[in-house]
């Protein structure tokens, strides 16, 4: 099975964390591939981010990552649901798709093309730990490198319109890329995607990378070699900026919520907190 590098194994731990969420009574959604998808190391993973994030020697200071992981799940299958349903999408493109089985795990319109795009080797150690189960949807997969030069040629040789109104989900992503690299991959996304085209994404606050409180969950990712090196204050901003009219929810806020949120939600003028930003929104 290929080896995935360090970016490549947070997969593991959506996946393990997706596997937990299926085991609950009260469960926001249900999985059955997630734990096949994290192995062995997922739960390793995972168990360095409860440690992390639930220490036994002191009050928990740091936000709850598998109540987050639940709702952010829930949050995005719902919007990718919804906008299948709507007759003027056809598209829908996971960029980068990691350990997600919102393909085989959920029901899709018959009128839906769903593309994967990721990089050969999470492609190829995805498609080994679902041998044997077939997708719900018209499913193609892109095996590129998003940093690379190619993948939008990739992607229309797969079938991708450009001139037809798409749905893309960049989840998991924003906080892994250096600034430069996340404005280059919304102006990219920007380019093929026609106007009413829907995006949706999640990005961190600038105060979420350097706050002392958050050290210790910083450390874990850093400690991996996927340190988070991007946030932003202003998300409708950045994402205007490359003609997305969007959204920005936080985790807890009516929107987001489900029952499962366990901290305050600070109105967005606090300064000096950690925020999650759940971003959804149009192409102009």
Known sequence: MPALDP????????????AAETRRPDRLYEDPYAAGLAGDDGPDLLAEIRAATFPS??????????????????????????????PETT????????????AHRLHWPAHIRYFEVDRPSVLAFKAERLRGVEPRVDHRTVAVDLTGDDWEDRLTTAGYDPATPSTWLLEGLLYYIPEADARRMLGRVAAISAPGSRIAADIVNAAALTLPHMRGLLDVFAGWGC????????????????????????????DADYGRWPDPVP??????????FFVHGRRR
């Open 7 to 18: 970016v490549e194994r947070t997969a593991l731990l959506t996946a393990a964390l997706r």
């Open 57 to 86: 020697d002191r009050p928990r200071s740091l936000p709850s990552t598998p109540d987050y992981n639940a709702i952010r799940t829930r949050f995005l299958d719902d919007l990718l649901q919804e906008a299948a349903r709507a």
């Open 267 to 276: 109105p967005r003028d606090v300064a000096d907190v950690r925020r999650v």
């Open 227 to 254: 340190p988070w090196v991007f946030g932003t204050d202003e998300p409708e901003a950045l994402f205007a900026e490359y003609g997305f009219d969007v959204r920005a929810v936080q985790p807890g806020e009516p």
């Open 91 to 102: 598209q829908i493109v996971l960029a980068p798709a990691g350990m997600d089985s919102r």
